[in-house]
């Protein structure tokens, strides 16, 4: 199945995390990380060169020591395209295609390597720990696999062609590797569990399950690319008039119960938004552009269902509703945030204005221009 990225919908990753389907998905590195990896493999890349250019011959197995050189220099070639490619934005295939080339590299240089015991079989080691530990329990499991097929390959092919014989030492130094392989595997596990755990508790609101302020403002990041300025985005703000009253009255644990069942409401209700709470009784959600017919009615199921619930719950609660566009009112969460509030304050004195009356949100809603 192909990539499958929700600027909109990802709720639970933003940024940070993209998801192939489900919740399957990798770890998308920063630049510095890139760099990090890349320079690693052009180190490691420097050290076979200078190992196996020092050697006087190597068994040849497959290649002569010219040809591994050669192989060498074409796995620098491949590995400069990769990094470019990778500083350019990070996909599964670029990720695979550079894990695929660190393998077969590797599995070159074991074989040819003239020890009984092949000191660059421990790069194997590290192109498992500085792929897999970087991307996510799948990628790791992937290049897990490919190691240990690597491992298995190049030593059947030493013993059967190259004229090496199995030793104690070769015995414990696989026993060795796989132990450290697989340890590996399984604290990566542990660690990938904790870096969700706190990922989440980094971008979410515990009360409600909504995204937190800096939740949203790294949704919004996403959202308002800097490569298009002009991405059409509705934002909509909420604000409970009379939680302060609730909370006076009824205690905190009410007012909690009444926050969560309200990010309920609003987030149902938005229609496929990236919802938060941006503090205390306000709420945000940024949506794909919606014209006037299409917030309104969404404003009223929100009203709607929040009276319903004031009702049969005899909590006097009633809600603010504000509104802006992007390009047109800002290109940032902020600026829009500011001209939603205004139009939310433009609500709240209509609603005191007007007592129980409905609420005519044509005076308040805005046509997004349409280009």
Request: charged share 20%; proline share 4%.
């Amino acid at each position: 199945m192909g990539m499958q990225h929700s600027d909109w919908g990802d709720r639970r990753h933003p940024c940070r995390w993209e998801a192939e389907s489900g919740d399957s998905g990798f770890w998308v590195p920063d630049r510095s990380e890139i760099v990090t990896q890349f320079f690693t493999r052009y180190l490691f890349f420097a050290l076979a060169l200078i190992y196996f250019s020092t050697l006087d011959a190597v068994p040849p197995v497959l290649f002569s020591i010219e040809h591994l050189l050669i192989a060498l220099g074409v796995y620098f070639v491949f590995n400069t395209g990769f990094f470019l490619q990778a500083l350019r934005g990070v996909t599964l295939l670029k990720i695979r295609s550079a894990m695929s080339a660190d393998l077969i590299i590797v599995t070159l240089c074991v074989i040819h390597d003239p020890n009984p015991i092949p000191p660059s079989a421990l790069a194997f080691l590290m192109v498992l720990l500085g792929n897999g530990m970087r991307y996510g329990m799948r990628l790791f499991a992937e290049v897990l696999g490919g190691a240990f097929l690597g491992m298995a390959l190049s030593f059947a092919l030493r013993y059967r062609l190259g004229g090496f014989e199995i030793s104690a030492g070769d015995v414990f130094f696989g026993v060795f590797w796989i132990t450290l392989a697989l340890y590996a595997y399984i604290l990566m596990g542990r660690i990938e569990g904790q870096r969700f755990q706190l990922d989440y508790r980094s971008r979410f609101d515990t009360l409600t399950g909504l995204l937190n302020r800096h939740g949203l403002m790294a949704a919004a990041d996403n959202v308002f690319d800097r490569s298009n300025p002009d991405v059409p985005v509705t934002v909509l703000f909420a604000d409970l008039n009379q939680f302060k009253a609730v909370n006076d009255r009824y205690g905190h644990n009410v007012g909690d119960r009444v926050l969560a069942e309200f990010a309920q409401i609003f987030s149902e209700s938005a229609e496929m938004g990236v919802c938060g709470r941006w503090g205390g009784d306000e709420f945000v959600a940024l949506l794909p552009q919606r014209n006037a017919a299409e917030i309104a009615r969404i404003f009223e199921r929100i009203e709607t269902r929040t009276e319903a619930w004031s009702h049969s719950n005899g909590m006097p609660m009633a809600v603010s509703l504000g509104v802006s566009h992007a390009p047109r009112d800002g290109h940032d969460l902020e600026t829009l945030l500011s001209v939603a509030d205004i139009h939310l304050y433009q609500s709240k004195s209509q609603q005191s204005e007007t007592a129980c009356e409905p609420m005519d949100y044509g005076t308040l809603i805005d046509e997004p221009k349409t280009t």
